[in-house]
């Protein structure tokens, strides 16, 4: 092997990350920005660390960020911030289940305590519960500080499911996942209720402005947006979206976070309006963003390095990070939205996006 078994770090640091350690997969890094974000947890101007095999990528929020910057940044906001895990539980009949359900209600005070007695981090929030036939679906959400959580919430989960098995008769089978939570899986539940944070960037975007600098007016966007949203809807796609994917790969590949779970954190629901003044208001928000700052692969040499660039390395940096991601995967709309917009898209990928 010429280049899979060249790297620059102990092979000590991957225990707990990978098995049979052979070597490393070199994805170049570029980094884009400036971008400013105007946020309650990430407040500045942040270098973007993109990793990808994608020409044209970074080029591409490079112009968006330009876009955003001149415009005086981006805003974000988190609404929510949750990690589920959802058992499911069988009975003999549909009023078993019922008594059940209402059970659990009962002793929500001693699940949260069975529960959080497995993590100094994981506080319960909640359990809702979803009847079906004689079966319950219980999904325990719950907050996990600046870890994304998985693992965390299903170890809290099991325990509290023991005391379940040890205190009410009747159970015929249960499962630890009934697949109600939905792990790395795009669904309609994740987009209503959340799973991992729920962001929104938005920013006005001047009219000179973007006439100038992506040569498109707010009207056209707008009227696109909705173009692309009915499209969505005909092909019974979860994100009006373009391409919030590729942000969220990008950054998830440089900075440790579970790749994977780019396929519910990409879920997109994207808003444009032209403004009395003429200019557009452009957001996106994200409804299940699945990222850490502590944890999994964020202590890995790469991946701390570019978390630490962005100022979001270790404990109390989750929610700033949130914000990050979402401000560039809206930066990336504005981009590419305007290059279809103004028929620019084709030609920029033949210009930058082969290696031919």
Not at 161 to 185: A, E, P, Q, V
Request: proline share 3%; net charge negative; glycine share 10%.
């Amino acid at each position: 092997m010429e280049h899979i078994n060249k790297y620059s770090f102990d092979p000590k640091v991957t225990q707990g990350n990978i098995e049979n350690f052979t070597g490393v997969a070199q994805v170049p890094i570029g980094f884009a920005g400036p971008l400013k974000v105007n946020g309650e947890h990430a407040d500045g101007e942040f270098l973007i660390p993109l990793a990808t095999t994608e020409g044209t990528l970074v080029a591409s929020y490079n112009r968006g960020i330009k876009m955003i910057n001149l415009c005086g940044g981006i805003t974000t906001t988190i609404s929510d911030d949750m990690m589920q895990r959802a058992p499911v539980f069988s009975f003999d009949s549909a009023r078993k289940a019922m008594t059940f359900a209402r059970w659990i209600d009962e002793n929500i005070e001693e699940l949260r305590k069975q529960a959080e007695a497995t993590s100094n981090v994981a506080k319960l929030i909640g359990i809702q519960k979803f009847l079906t036939s004689k079966l319950v679906y219980l999904r325990f959400n719950y907050t996990t500080g600046d870890a994304a959580g998985q693992n965390m919430v299903t170890a809290a989960t099991f325990a509290a499911c023991n005391w379940i098995l040890d205190h009410f008769k009747g159970i015929s089978r249960h499962y630890m996942d009934g697949n109600m939570t939905t792990d790395k899986k795009t669904s309609t539940i994740n987009t209503l209720y959340t799973r991992g944070k729920r962001v929104t960037a938005e920013v006005t975007l001047k009219r000179d402005l973007l006439i100038e600098h992506l040569r498109v007016d707010p009207e056209a966007c707008e009227y696109y947006m909705k173009v692309s949203s009915l499209g969505t809807f005909m092909a019974g796609g979860s994100s009006n979206g373009v391409q919030s994917a590729n942000a969220l790969a990008a950054m998830f590949i440089a900075t440790g976070q579970d790749v994977a779970n780019v396929v519910e954190s990409s879920t997109g629901m994207v808003h444009m309006e032209t403004t009395p003044e003429g200019d557009l208001y452009a957001s996106l928000t994200l409804p299940s963003l699945i990222v850490g700052t502590y944890g999994g692969g964020t202590a890995l040499p790469t991946q701390k390095e570019c978390l630490e660039i962005l100022g979001c390395y270790g404990q109390g940096k989750a929610l700033k990070f949130a914000e990050i991601v979402a401000a560039v995967a809206a930066a990336g709309e504005i981009s590419l939205g305007a290059a279809v917009s103004s028929l620019e898209w084709v030609s920029a990928h033949e210009k930058l996006g082969r290696n031919r």
